[in-house]
């Protein structure tokens, strides 16, 4: 049988061929369509990567160049962004395909008008930027800068008229006095016909959801205070953000899971989060709010309280958010800010664990800032304090960062300064331990006091004493 096997010589018959022709050209034209498609989700995914990172450094220049003092912004007839006279975008095949900016009682929305910003009210920036070509994608984003003057620090929050004025925390202690209380069950209530809907009692529930799309009430408002049992979320996407609003007379407790997706939440009193808390493109206003599990916050949030906060786990935030914290401070874990978020603090601010300042992150401080944990400067992120700062563990500064005080800065561990990082202090700058090797001679420590410790200093940095400093 083998013999006969290898002895046979007939050949692959014609419609053998043709069919075996077919199969590969389907074969061929499947693999080509997904290679094409590879390439255009390659492209898309790069398009819009392109156009987020030209977003932020957008709004970054612009918040360099309107948050202490004012500025003028023209949107030109060719969609483009000046600030100063500069432009803002560098990619000649982007341009800004929708824009909208308010300052007070001052906008700027239409091409060929321009407008002079001032540091009286906020900046809010809204904006649309798009790719030329064929293969043009869009991608949205929106800000608000509010201005460094300690005098836009305290929050307004509404007060529930039959109860008494919640105090400010200074301490991290009186945290811990905050107790749950426990009300009328809660039943959901239909709406009174304009989408508003209103509780008059105190409520307890096991959990509730506030969604755009199911809820009878955009809007709902608690007379007193609200418990939530297992967990708290709102939910308005597809264009309600501004719309969907729950506000609470009194205080609101929440033991499980807590969420806001592109909703605004206004709490009277103080706030307790003693579950997970995650905040994205939304609101939260309070007075005093205790986060005592792991928090996220991102994309264009705004968190303000008239009174303190404070953060009992591990805190994350990103994406060009506001903190606007009326009182004090209080970190008890790990805290990471970047990529465009700013906190202002109108009191002090205490850390016990690691600081991460990244890409663009700003924390401001009316009263002093005192560090425990190792801190971490990268990519033009700064600190600045009414008060002093102090180091007690390892500082690094890197690419553009920057530490300013109107006391003094103290570093009671070691550090390195590298690429153009800056210390500034109206009062001393005090280094008690080796600061490491700097790449360059950009590094600038400048003290209207004394620069004590220089002995601990290594490399070409410039040190300025006893003079006039650039804050």
Known sequence: MRQNFLNNNRGVTLIELLAALAIAGIILTIAG??????????????????????????????????????????????????????????????????????????????????????????????????????????????????????????????????????????????????????????????????GQCHYEDSVSLLSITFASWTSPCLHTTFAEFVHAKQGFSMNGTNGYRDELLVEIGESLYVDGYASIQQGTLKVSNNIQFNNRFNLNSGVLEGNNVHFKNNTNFNNNFTLQTSGSTRFDQPMTSFSNGTFNIGGYLFSNNDFRIGNNVEMYVSEGAAF????????????????????????????????????????????????????????????NETGYFQNNTSLIAKGDIIFRKNIGYS?????????????IGKEYINGPHTIEEGGSCPF
């Open 33 to 194: 369509s997904l290679f094409v498609q590879s390439i255009n989700s390659s492209s898309s995914v790069e398009s819009q990567i392109d156009l987020k990172q030209q977003s932020n450094l957008l709004l970054s220049q612009i918040r360099e160049e309107t948050k202490n003092q004012p500025a003028e912004i023209c949107f030109d007839n060719e969609l483009q962004l000046y600030v100063n006279n500069d432009k803002v975008l560098s990619n000649e095949h982007i341009y800004i395909n929708e824009l909208y900016i308010e300052n007070g009682n001052i906008s700027l929305s239409n091409p060929g008008d321009c407008i002079n910003t001032t540091t009286e009210s906020p900046i809010s920036i809204g904006l649309t930027v798009s790719t030329t070509g064929q293969n043009s994608s869009d991608y949205n984003t929106s800000t608000v800068i509010m201005p460094r003057s300690p005098s836009h620090l305290k929050v307004e929050v509404k007060q529930n008229e039959n109860e008494e004025p919640e105090t400010i925390f200074t301490t991290s202690e009186q945290f811990e006095d905050l107790s749950v209380k426990d009300g009328e069950p809660y039943q959901r209530t239909n709406s009174n016909g304009n």
């Open 352 to 411: 016990t664990h690691k600081v991460n300042l990244l890409g663009n992150a700003d924390l401001y401080a009316g009263g002093s800032i005192d560090i425990r944990g190792k801190t971490q400067f990268q990519n033009n992120a700064s600190m600045s304090s009414g008060g002093d700062i102090t180091f007690h563990s390892q500082a690094n500064l890197n690419g553009n960062s920057s530490v300013k005080s109107e006391g003094n800065i103290t570093f």
């Open 439 to 451: 790449d360059g001679e950009n590094e600038f420590i400048c003290a209207e006091g004394e620069v």
